[in-house]
């Protein structure tokens, strides 16, 4: 597999090629896709490339493009799903033509499948999961027919009706279509279309003990719904075939199948089976755990729709597998954080600077704007008074030459206020510095400075009085390899113990307390942050989206 950074065209992709031609040329007349989540899990990233490639075709095209739940399979499926796959979708941006349900389809499908019977295409077996398995034979060598293949129509009709009134315990008959048991393709070598399963489903209930499997459900559920470009990841290739017959035998609306790569994201995993792990084993706080590809787990750490859509964009839609660096995608968060983020001053590891020239009791609102790329983003005030916090980091014993913040003797300019000098440093009984002394310049002001005093260093700060102390929860990636898919071990055993942080010493100025739910902020000189789901004025809690620069990439080339 390779590694693809970014592969922006305006060239029409693959997909929208065929559907161009399939236009001009008659085949069909407007476009109707479908985007079918199986309601077993929370969407994640992967979904959201699907689910921006079906809507995308119809809108290009200006057609349309169905939710289709593909709920067939009772036991793994439950109705938070339902409502969490329904929300992610309106939050990326996209609107439904109609909400549909496989489920929906049980006595159409159950008709379909007497069709078959009749025909002579399908019969009841009465052998095991295990017998079926090995009797289908090998890619090399041809399977062996069931000795109830030949049962009559009648008696297969039948045992069916019986199988649907419950007379029959589960694993001890399915439907098989009969189709060709020395096909090259194993899924054309006599398929299972029916199991019975007595397991309530969160929309029929008890009415079904017997549910179709997903390929006799899903070809025929596009053909049900008319669905023009039945688009789905590679791994469906080898199903085509069955698709196609099922739809041909039973004489129904002509879908097609197409087929494109997955999402594969390095230092994630994508499969929704090992993503319900991480959740009901606690490796993660929930589905919509911040560290989590989940399209929830991104909304809480501060993804935008928009970042996520340009990511699905700049990906292209591709015919082989390829894996995409996270950095990607936090390229794209970043750069649509600096349009619109709010930017705010919080120091992250504080030590305190007292101005010895500043008058006790006085406090200065000074004003400053919300976000310099975003005028429209409005203004607000930051007070500044005798004692400040800065950044630790920000002040340095016996500097370098070329170290342009803070040290005896030197100058920096506190970021929206004054020039500041220091003075003196006063040390903790470790002999660590703990407040240091400076003087003000008071022509200094930013925007109005007439000192005529140059400093090369600007730093940020918060006034102590004001300050607030907030919680910020710093998330790194979740797993510490590259490419899981190519690690022997189980993927648990790469899981980064360092992948959250927590700091509970983070001082923010006082505009903070008026964040809203959907703001998003840059902490100026580290990072993008959104308030956390917990966020309340009491407790100010905040989750690092992305830092500013790609420390990841840095790390990878040093
Ligand atoms: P899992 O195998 O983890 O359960 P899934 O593919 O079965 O995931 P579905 O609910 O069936 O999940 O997926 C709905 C749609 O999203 C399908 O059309 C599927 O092909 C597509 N999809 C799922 N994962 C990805 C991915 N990583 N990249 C692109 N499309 C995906
Ligand atoms: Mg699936």
Redesign the pocket.
């Known amino acids: 597999m390779e590694i693809i950074n970014s592969s922006k065209e305006n060239a029409l992709n693959f997909i929208e090629e065929i559907i161009e031609q399939d236009l001009k040329s008659g085949k069909c007349k407007s476009v109707l896709t479908r ?4 309601p ?2 929370y969407l ?1 990233i ?2 959201a ?2 689910i921006c490639l079906n809507f995308g075709l119809a809108l290009k095209f200006g057609g349309k493009t169905n939710l289709r739940f ?1 709920d067939t399979n009772p036991s793994k499926e439950e109705v938070e799903y339902v409502d969490s796959i329904k929300n992610d979708i309106k939050w990326l941006g996209f609107e439904w033509a109609n909400e549909f349900y496989a489920s929906d389809y049980f006595t159409q499908l159950f008709e379909f499948a007497l069709i078959l019977i009749r025909k002579g295409l399908a019969y009841v077996d009465d052998s095991s999961a295990d017998e079926i398995a090995k009797s289908k034979g090998t890619p090399t060598t041809s399977g062996i027919g069931s000795i109830y293949r030949d049962r009559t129509i009648a008696e297969n009709e039948s045992l069916f009706l019986k199988m649907k009134a419950g007379e029959f315990p589960e694993g001890s008959k399915t439907l098989r279509a009969k189709i060709d048991l020395g096909s090259v393709n194993m899924h054309m070598r006599d398929p299972i279309l029916y199991r019975i399963k007595f397991f309530p489903h969160h929309r029929t209930g008890n009415q079904w003990c017997i549910y179709p499997m997903y390929d006799f459900a899903h070809g025929q559920s596009d053909a049900i719904e008319q669905i023009t470009h039945s ?3 590679l791994e ?1 290739i080898p199903h085509r075939e069955l698709y196609d017959w099922f739809i041909e035998q039973l004489e129904l609306f002509p879908s097609k199948q197409y087929e ?1 790569a ?3 994201l390095t230092y994630t995993i ?4 090992k ?1 319900l792990e991480l959740v009901k084993e606690n490796y993660v706080d929930g589905w919509d755990d911040p560290r989590l590809p989940t399209l929830s787990g991104l909304k809480r750490r501060g993804y935008t729709p928009e970042s996520i859509r340009e990511f699905c964009d700049r990906i292209g839609v591709a015919k082989r597998d390829s894996l995409i660096d996270m950095s990607l995608l936090e390229f794209c968060v970043r750069e649509h954080l600096n349009k619109v983020a709010i930017r705010r001053m919080v120091v992250f590891n504080p030590i305190k600077v007292i101005i010895d020239n500043w008058e006790e009791g006085i406090v200065e609102e000074l004003t400053s704007e919300n976000n310099p790329e975003d005028p429209g983003a409005g203004t607000r005030t930051i007070p500044f008074s005798k004692e400040l916090y800065i950044e630790a980091d920000d002040f340095m014993v016996d500097p370098p030459k070329k170290y342009f913040r803070l040290a005896i003797g030197r100058s920096v300019r506190l970021k929206n206020a004054y020039i500041i000098t220091c003075n003196d440093v006063i040390n903790d009984e470790k002999g660590r510095p703990r407040e240091l002394h400076c003087d003000y310049i008071k022509a200094s002001r930013s925007g109005n400075d007439t000192s005529g005093v140059k400093v090369q260093g600007t730093i940020h700060w918060v006034s102590i009085p004001h300050a607030i102390p907030i919680q910020i929860n710093e998330y790194d990636r979740l797993f510490t390899s590259e490419n899981l898919a190519l690690e022997e071990s189980d993927f648990k055993d790469f899981i980064n113990p360092n992948s959250l942080t927590i700091n509970t010493n983070a001082f923010a100025e006082p505009s903070i307390l008026e964040s809203e739910m959907t703001d998003r902020f840059q902490f100026m000189r580290k990072g993008y942050y959104c308030p956390d789901k917990n966020f309340t004025k009491e407790k100010p809690i905040f989750n690092r989206t992305v830092t500013l620069k790609d420390a990841w990439a840095k790390i990878s080339k040093e």
């Open positions: 985007f079918p989540p199986e077993n899990g994640h992967g979904h490339k699907s593909d688009v789905c990841t469906f494109f997955r999402l594969n994508m499969s929704k089976r993503l």
